[in-house]
């Protein structure tokens, strides 16, 4: 039996999120025994095994001395990392206990790497027995950066083909965006391009689903696009599947992306998707074949492909079969469980 301890920031919605939240479902079989923490949010209730769950608090060293208590008390065999906020902690961890093994799924690009990547590489190569990416890209880079290959391991996200049921609907145009209300986001070109939209006579709704702290920022923009009987804000919400099957197109604007789950679940469900190429989305969308890739952040390059989208019948239903399958074959979270449990059995053998 392995003992793991996975741990995360906050139970909130995000796409590391739900990664967090489906391993927890998963992984506990007869060869793992999956313990969990993190700050309460509203993905709590999703968590199958709220007995094995221990709750984070603002306070380092009580979530430290906590940490020390289930690595004693449950015989922790492996610490897996879920953020590098959670990696900080095991680094103190792994002084105290260092025959305890260490994982870190890598999601975005942090700090640290953007302005010491030596430093970073040298964390990596030192104290971490297994860093998973989210991407193939993402993987290489590392690697560039000087951590060691053999460290390194590619789990690409997937998602529950169960919840995400595949739906061919007919089109309301209805376009939207799922994500923090946070900067890199880029809500200000999704309402942009919305304007534009709108401009050329085209009955359009734009679903933004989400919170932080850009809302009142967009509100104030969706005011001075005059765009307020076009635009519904619907805040955090607890059954994505359900604003999957609400939309016609989903669209991603975001200045930094590492592996969108929501492309992945907007794939599932049947709901074509327009995305900007930054990060990994170029390993998920082929350009007119499982989405629509966009080079540039060009708000009227984005409105015209929507259009096409909505407009262009026989070759989106193509597309969103194409993109079903991709996920059905590579992208479904039983491979992405199979993979990480994998990882779990060989880093403690």
Known sequence: MVNVLF????????????????????????????????????????????????????????????????????????????????????????????????????????????????????????????????????????????????????????????????????????????????????????????KLIIKNDIDCTFIIAGDGPEKQNIKDLIIKLQLENHVELLGNINNPEVFFHSVDVMVLTSTTEAFPMTILESFAAGVPVVSINVGGINEVIINNETGVLINSYNAKEFATKIHNVLTNAENTVKIKRAARQLVETNFNSRIMVAETRKVYIEQTL
């Open 7 to 194: 741990i995360t920031n906050i139970l909130e919605t995000g796409g590391a999120e739900r990664y967090f939240v489906k391993c927890e479902n998963c992984l506990t079989d007869l060869g793992i025994n999956l313990f969990t923490a993190a700050k309460s949010g509203s993905f709590n209730q999703f968590l199958k095994y709220p007995d094995k769950y221990y709750e984070l608090t603002g306070n380092h060293f009580k979530n430290i001395l906590m940490f020390i208590s289930i690595i004693k008390n449950k015989n922790i065999n492996l610490i897996h990392a879920n953020s590098f906020t959670m990696l900080l902690y095991c680094l103190l961890l792994k002084s105290l206990f260092p025959r305890t093994k260490l994982v870190y799924t890598k999601h975005n690009v942090t700090v640290i790497e953007r302005h010491a990547p030596r430093l970073f590489s040298l964390i990596i190569n030192v104290f971490v027995n297994k860093v998973i990416t989210v991407f193939e890209r993402q993987r290489h880079l590392l690697i560039e950066q000087g951590v060691k290959e053999i460290k390194t391991q590619r789990i690409y996200n997937g998602v529950d083909l169960d919840q995400f049921n595949y739906v061919e609907k007919n089109t309301k145009k209805r376009i939207g965006i799922l994500g923090r209300l946070s900067p890199e986001k880029n809500h200000t070109l999704f309402l942009k391009v919305a």
